[in-house]
């Protein structure tokens, strides 16, 4: 089925791990998206990419980095887990034709950081 | 202030009332606004968008807007207790193209 596929679906994380969230869509949308969801805090942006090749930061940036690998693809890495950011990770892409500027979210990744 | 604001609830009514969820946002030049569903454990789901002043109505889903006030809101007709989950609003910031989020509502439809 088309739509955003994050991988994993659950882990768990020792601080000062090091580990990279996947995420793929098979929409042929330009814009790609990482969010955290915590309680009582909805979702916050993490980075985007507006079209391949470009990546920026969002509101929560610290302590991650991403990589738009190619259209398809964008992937977030924690280079030194902290339990901060034990979280639901959502990846989500974007299409902006005609009538549509809403947003086609993944499944989420569950993390949790000990 | 928050770029988008709704009251987090629990908002509680009785099955086949009208539930209405309200949304108030900071940026002028915002443009597109989302209605997003999410039931406990799941990715959100867009219910409604909506870009232009006045009513949107989709099934028995209606979104309004009011620019000049900068604010959202979602009426659900006939609430069933399957539409009990958090309503997220979200907001398109001025040009970038970046999707913010409010905190959510807590919508509980009892029986």
């Known amino acids: 089925n088309a739509g955003v596929t994050q991988t994993p679906k659950f882990q768990v994380l020792k601080t000062g791990q090091s580990m990279t969230l996947q995420c793929a869509q098979d929409?042929?949308?330009?814009?790609m998206y990482w969010y955290r969801q915590d309680p009582g805090m909805g979702l916050r942006l993490i980075y985007y990419?507006?079209?391949?090749?470009?990546?920026d930061k969002g509101e929560v940036p610290n302590g991650y980095n991403v990589s738009r690998l190619n259209k398809r693809e964008f992937s977030l890495r924690l280079e030194s887990a902290a339990p901060s950011q034990t979280s639901v990770y959502f990846c989500?892409?974007?299409?902006?034709?005609?009538?549509?500027?809403?947003?086609?979210f993944g499944s989420g990744t569950r993390l949790t950081v000990v | 202030q928050k770029e988008v604001e709704q009251n987090s609830g629990p908002l509680s009514v009785p099955e086949g009332a009208i539930a209405s969820l309200n949304c108030t946002y900071s940026?002028?030049?915002?443009?597109?606004f989302f209605w997003y569903r999410q039931y406990s454990g799941k990715s959100p789901e867009l219910i409604m968008s909506?870009?232009?002043?006045g009513d949107k109505e989709d099934g028995r889903f209606t979104a309004q807007l009011n620019k000049a006030s900068q604010y959202v809101s979602l009426l659900i007709r006939d609430s069933q207790p399957s539409d009990s989950a958090t309503y997220l609003c979200?907001?398109?910031?001025?040009?970038?193209?970046?999707?913010?989020f409010g905190q959510g509502t807590t919508l509980q439809v009892k029986p």
């Open positions: 929409m042929n949308h330009n814009s």
């Open positions: 990419s507006a079209s391949e090749g470009t990546t």
């Open positions: 989500a892409s974007r299409d902006k034709g005609q009538g549509n500027y809403g947003y086609t």
């Open positions: 979200a907001v398109i910031a001025g040009n970038t193209g970046k999707l913010i």
């Open positions: 909506i870009y232009s002043n």
């Open positions: 940026d002028r030049v915002s443009q597109s």
